[in-house]
């Protein structure tokens, strides 16, 4: 299994930014996906989460209505738009699966950085 983030970067305040998160090693299109966050000195913190077909999906408090996560199942890659960023937007954003083996599995994340 292998799930690798892409597209972080430094946006200014009020700004936008799409990452993605391409999956590898296991059935994709039969799992919920999610984003997490850690901020410095701060604990991981789930972001959006997507259910395996994309009819479902939950956010934060914090990212809702600015965040929209989606998937596409034939490209194995699950999304999170970003809009209206805020500067405690700034963290490390990992991909994450649970699989029905237990297991669970991490990106090796994306750094988004939001400053003037």
């Known amino acids: 299994v292998q799930l690798v983030e892409s597209g972080g970067g430094l946006v200014q305040p009020g700004g936008s930014l799409r990452i993605s998160c391409a999956a590898s090693?296991?059935?994709?299109?039969?799992?919920?996906m999610s984003w997490h966050r850690q901020a410095p000195r701060k604990e991981r913190e789930v972001v959006a989460v997507?259910?395996?077909?994309?009819?479902?999906?939950n956010y934060a408090d914090s990212v809702k209505g600015r965040f929209t996560i989606s998937r596409d199942n034939a490209k194995n890659t699950v999304y999170l738009q970003m809009n209206s960023l805020k500067p405690e937007d700034t963290a490390v954003y990992y991909c994450?699966?649970?699989?029905?083996?237990?297991?669970?599995?991490w990106g090796q994340g994306t750094q988004v950085t939001v400053s003037s």
């Open positions: 994450n699966t649970r699989l029905l083996t237990g297991y669970e599995y």
């Open positions: 997507i259910s395996s077909g994309g009819g479902s999906t």
């Open positions: 090693g296991f059935t994709f299109s039969l799992y919920t």
